[in-house]
T-cell receptor, first 111, second 116 residues
Framework: GQNIDQPTEMTATEGAIVQINCTYQ??????LFWYQQHAGEAPTFLSY????GLEEKGRFSSFLSRSKGYSYLLSKELQMKDSASYLC????????????FGAGTILRVKS | GAGVSQSPSNKVTEKGKDVELRCDPI?????LYWYRQSLGQGLEFLIY????????KSGLPSDRFSAERTGGSVSTLTIQRTQQEDSAVYLC??????????????FGEGSWLTVV
């Protein structure tokens, strides 16, 4: 089966850095995505990793270790608008390219 | 189109009625996905299309749920004899090609279904 774990909630201070971890156990790994979802809105794409290492995209960076089944999303210079749910998702090759989501991490940014 | 388009954006229906939800993917995207998200919950995979065929229907919760895709473009998700537990937002997503690296999956705004 597919299993993706991430913390339920985190709190961080405006201007700080936060790291949201994700561990996964899936079959046929074909990439890991991070999405941001504000309450009542659809998920929006943040980053994508398929090879080990760090991908940097503005204030957001994402790291992947395939051997450890581990990823993290790093958010720098946090802003109040970053308060949202952050979804870790793994694309698996089972029956094609199904994207399996974790339950999401609710990040609360306080001033 | 510029993005994934879904309709209706909001639907309130009576228990026992049938509903149809429509998804128009990004032009040229061959892969199409349906997910469901109940209030405060994570995304639940329903079905995946590659072209007009559905290699993975494993997520459909019951035989009241069905989906089709025609012309490799528009998809319709149909829920028959709706129940209150069907209330959720139904999200459609599309991506450009199966099995290639870096094919970002883009979501529509969702169809918010309330069964009363």
């Amino acid at each position: 089966g597919q299993n993706i774990d991430q913390p339920t909630e985190m709190t961080a201070t405006e201007g700080a850095i936060v790291q949201i971890n994700c561990t996964y156990q899936t079959s046929g790994f074909n990439g890991l995505f991070w999405y941001q979802q504000h309450a009542g809105e659809a998920p929006t794409f943040l980053s994508y990793n398929v090879l080990d290492g760090l991908e940097e995209k503005g204030r957001f960076s994402s790291f992947l270790s395939r051997s450890k089944g581990y990823s993290y999303l790093l958010s720098k210079e946090l802003q109040m608008k970053d308060s949202a749910s952050y979804l870790c998702a793994v694309r698996v090759l089972e029956y094609g390219n199904k994207l399996v989501f974790g339950a999401g991490t609710i990040l609360r940014v306080k001033s | 189109g510029a993005g994934v388009s879904q309709s209706p954006s909001n639907k309130v229906t009576e228990k026992g009625k049938d509903v149809e939800l429509r998804c128009d993917p990004i032009s040229g995207h061959t892969a199409l996905y349906w997910y469901r998200q109940s209030l405060g919950q994570g995304l639940e995979f329903l079905i995946y299309f590659q072209g007009n065929s559905a290699p993975d229907k494993s997520g459909l919760p019951s035989d009241r749920f069905s989906a089709e895709r025609t012309g490799g473009s528009v998809s319709t998700l149909t829920i028959q004899r709706t129940q209150q537990e069907d209330s959720a937002v139904y999200l459609c997503a599309s991506s450009s090609r199966q099995g290639e690296w870096g094919n970002t999956i883009y979501f529509g705004e969702g169809s918010w279904l309330t069964v009363v």
